[in-house]
């Protein structure tokens, strides 16, 4: 069951010799975050974890905890597992995130209510903080700077094939997605573009499924072109025009045409890359 708030109580009422000053950072961020709209956007994300949730199960991490400790972590760089730590071993941090006496919620936890929040809430929530910090004066918003990190990730070796189906993919994708914007004019939208996302992707298997035969079965040096040196797939050439043969016969099995180029000696024979 989602819940929204604990139960306020202030920790330094309990430890009477304790200042209650937040740095003026976190006294700031402790306005702005308590404004509505914030709130409501960030639970109608975490709401979306499971059909029922707002209603039926344990009681969750409040969405107020979530979204501070979040803000926490942002704003001192740190990881979850330290987010943890440090909220857990604060009082002040424990009364900005309003998680007060109680338990706070471990790294795992965390996370995997952070991954529930979209990216457009992310972009309203930034925009509407911003509005907000404007009318309170708290900055003039004039510059926003954002954050972002590199994460390596694997893809496919960009040999010739498979950068050439790309480029019927790609845009194929973005026209299919722009079809919706034609609006009635589905006749138009049937006679100006046809996908051929499916029979490029074949011809791109059929040029590799060769290209490898061919190494299996002749293999050639790394000296023997530039072509099969610089992509790691064999390079077949007759004459001094072989690399141009090549691209044009790649381009060739992609539309379905066939294509020769041969060199100026009077040999014929193409340039194969996977």
Known sequence: MLRDRYEPLNLFNLVPTLGMAMEPVLAQ????????TLFQAVKADLARRRPRTRIDGRPS?????????LVVKHLYG???????????????LRRFCRVYAARVPDDTTL???ANLIQPATLHTLLDHLVGLAQRLRVTRGRKLRLDGTVVETTIHHPTDSTLLHDGVRVPSRTLTKAKPTLQGTAALAHDAFHDRTRSAKRQ????????RSRRSASPVSSSAGSGGATTGA???KGGSAGSNGGT????????????????SGGASSPTIYG
């Open 111 to 113: 996370s995997r209510w």
């Open 61 to 69: 991490t409040p969405v107020e905890v979530v979204l501070r400790m």
């Open 78 to 92: 740190w990881s979850y597992e330290q987010t943890e730590q440090w909220v857990a071993d604060s009082l002040v």
């Open 29 to 36: 961020l402790d306005t702005l975050l308590d404004d509505d």
């Open 248 to 263: 044009s016969w790649t381009v060739a099995a992609i539309t379905g045409t066939r294509a020769w180029n041969g060199g």
């Open 204 to 211: 791109m298997k059929r040029i590799t499924s060769r290209a």
């Open 234 to 236: 064999p390079a077949w």
